[in-house]
């Protein structure tokens, strides 16, 4: 059944991807209508999010919000359609990076980079990175798709800039045997994501609520003496991206305990608020925000 619905999609999928862009994007306008008003696709759980985040912005604001944020979603969704067959001028030219000399020079000091990103504007498109000169290969750290023929191909597509993907259960283990091998490299980690709440060991305020988080990032890089770097995407237009690398820390071991955390976590806040119609709120960042925190976890 699965290798089924993969063969009866993709068909599409690649029709969708070869559109020229003018077209490509009117076709993510009906989608959009589909999904907003049609399947009304997650609506309550985005509506719930922005109130609880957003508690100070009227209700108008609050739908204008959520209505440009479906757009977006809409268009990410097909724009990582698009990687089937986006050439790699396109994808650059699309993607564009502000700042790659910052990634080099951590380079030159010999030291892999955790890439710490949120699920902000255009996280489909970092595989662009590897079209910049990057000396480092590149990794990214993903949760492996139920259906084996996506997933394939999902690795195809990331394969195509000589990107590897790992499953978020294989990631510390795989990093961990990169470096004893000498292997240096990029990894793209999405940071933002809610750990299930028997794993959960370290709580934060994030937008104001207090929530677990993950604490992998952080953790590995003093493990492992690598360098972390937060990703900065912003949408600057409809199917354009610009990102900066802002370093959060070269030598991670000399920070004080949860100083990377907090940093990623201001960083990524700081963006939600100033266009908070980029961010996923489709995903239940805050479900366990009422749940009792235990004595022996970590409060920062």
Not at 40 to 48: H, M, P
Not at 54 to 78: A, C, N, T, W, Y
Not at 258 to 275: D, P
């Amino acid at each position: 059944m699965q290798r089924l619905v993969y063969w009866l999609a993709f068909p599409f999928l690649w029709i969708i991807s070869k559109l020229p862009f003018p077209i490509f994007y009117r076709v993510s306008d009906l989608i959009f209508i589909l999904v907003f008003y049609v399947f009304r696709y997650r609506r309550k759980t985005v509506q719930e999010n922005l109130r609880l985040v957003f508690p100070e912005r009227s209700g108008k604001e609050l739908k204008r919000i959520e209505k440009k944020f479906f757009s977006h979603m809409v268009d990410m969704f097909l724009e990582m359609i698009k990687s089937i067959s986006i050439s790699n001028s396109e994808l650059k030219n699309r993607f564009r990076l502000t700042n790659v000399d910052e990634l080099r020079k951590i380079e030159s000091q010999g030291k892999s980079i955790l890439l710490a990103c949120g699920h902000y504007a255009s996280y489909e498109w970092m595989t662009a990175l590897q079209l910049y000169g990057i000396a480092y290969r590149g990794f990214g750290i993903y949760k492996k798709v139920k259906n084996p023929y996506f997933d394939r191909l999902a690795h195809r597509i990331r394969g195509r800039y000589d990107g590897v993907l790992i499953p978020t259960y294989r990631a510390t283990k795989t990093i961990t045997e990169n470096q004893k091998k000498g292997v240096k490299g990029i990894y793209a980690m999405i940071a933002d994501q809610s750990p299930k709440l028997d794993r959960a060991k370290a709580w934060t305020d994030f937008m104001g609520i207090r929530v677990p988080i993950f604490m992998g990032t952080e953790n590995l890089s003093r493990s492992l003496d690598m360098a972390v770097v937060y990703l900065h995407i912003e949408k600057v237009g409809r199917g354009y991206y610009e990102a900066t690398f802002k370093t959060i820390s070269i030598d991670p071991r000399e920070e004080e305990e949860f100083y990377i955390t907090k940093t990623y976590t201001r960083l990524l806040e700081q963006q939600i608020r100033e266009k908070p119609e980029f961010y996923l709120w489709t995903h239940k960042r805050w479900k366990h925000r009422n749940a009792p925190i235990p004595k022996d976890s970590l409060v920062f």
